[in-house]
């Protein structure tokens, strides 16, 4: 069964703590990222209402954080989300909570990693 990350958006503050934790975990240099908090917005939906998201967005380094799940720790920017936004766990129990909220992204790893 293949691993995954599960992001409610709709909570996550913006506070970029899962950038450094994960720079931070793989000895990243300056201006490489596994993660990045991506600025969906403002845009005006109507009068009312502004559209503004921010989107935690895993890169191509993402390994799930291999070397800790193998420990049985949790991937580091799971670990250290502030507003437990973030989930970790197969891909099937995770499809299960995407469809209990709107304003969810899930993460899988692509070939870069999965070789
Ligand atoms: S799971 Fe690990 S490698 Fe992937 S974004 Fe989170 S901290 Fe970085
Ligand atoms: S640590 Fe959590 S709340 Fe902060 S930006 Fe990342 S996902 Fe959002």
């Known amino acids: 069964m293949r691993n995954g990350l599960l992001i409610d958006y709709e909570f996550c503050t913006g506070c970029q703590s899962c950038e450094v934790a994960?720079?931070?975990?793989?000895?990243?240099?300056?201006?490489?990222?596994?993660?990045?908090?991506?600025?969906?917005?403002?845009?005006?939906?109507?009068?009312?209402?502004?559209?503004w998201n921010k989107i935690p967005t895993p890169t191509t380094l993402c390994d799930l954080c291999a070397e800790r799940t193998q420990?049985?720790?949790?991937?580091?920017?799971?670990?250290?989300?502030?507003?437990?936004?973030m989930k970790y766990g197969p891909i099937d129990e995770l499809v299960k909570e995407m469809d209990k909220k709107p304003n969810q992204v899930m993460f899988v790893p692509g070939p870069y990693i999965c070789k």
Not at 37 to 51: R, S, Y
């Open 71 to 85: 420990q049985g720790k949790l991937p580091s920017c799971v670990h250290h989300c502030l507003a437990a936004v």
């Open 22 to 51: 994960c720079q931070k975990e793989h000895g990243f240099e300056a201006g490489t990222w596994g993660i990045r908090v991506l600025d969906e917005g403002p845009w005006e939906v109507d009068a009312k209402t502004m559209n």
